[in-house]
Nanobody, 121 residues
Framework: VQLVESGGGLVQAGGSLRLSCAAS????????MSWYRQAPGKQRELVAT????????DYADSVKGRFTISRDNAKKTIYLQMNSLKPEDTAVYYC???????????????WGQGTQVTVSS
């Protein structure tokens, strides 16, 4: 499984950005997908998760009501719509996919290369 993010950039506080993550390869094995972020000097943190059907989503408290994760399985792509951005949202955002292979349903995690989001005050 390969994941490629796009859509990052520089935006003023209060602005919006939409991130995309396109999956390729053995996408049939992908289950949940997520967005993580890592700010300088901080640990990587989970931002949002979406189930394989797209019906269930979950968010970090810090982004609830501002960010929306969505999924287009036909395009093998997930999105993160980020509104009302704050300087503290500045980070590298990573796409994550969990996939299961084999009769034992062994779990694998895949990561994109990351995309920089910078919010200026």
């Amino acid at each position: 499984v390969q994941l490629v993010e796009s859509g990052g950039g520089l935006v003023q506080a209060g602005g919006s950005l939409r991130l995309s993550c396109a999956a390729s390869g053995s996408t049939y094995a992908i289950n949940d997908m997520s967005w993580y972020r890592q700010a300088p000097g901080k640990q990587r943190e989970l931002v949002a998760t979406i189930t394989s059907s797209g019906r269930i989503t979950d968010y970090a408290d810090s982004v609830k009501g501002r960010f929306t994760i969505s999924r287009d399985n036909a395009k093998k792509t997930i999105y993160l719509q980020m509104n009302s951005l704050k300087p503290e949202d500045t980070a590298v955002y990573y796409c994550n996919a969990e996939a299961f292979f084999g009769n034992d349903h062994e779990r694998y995690d895949y990561w994109g290369q990351g995309t920089q989001v910078t919010v200026s005050s």
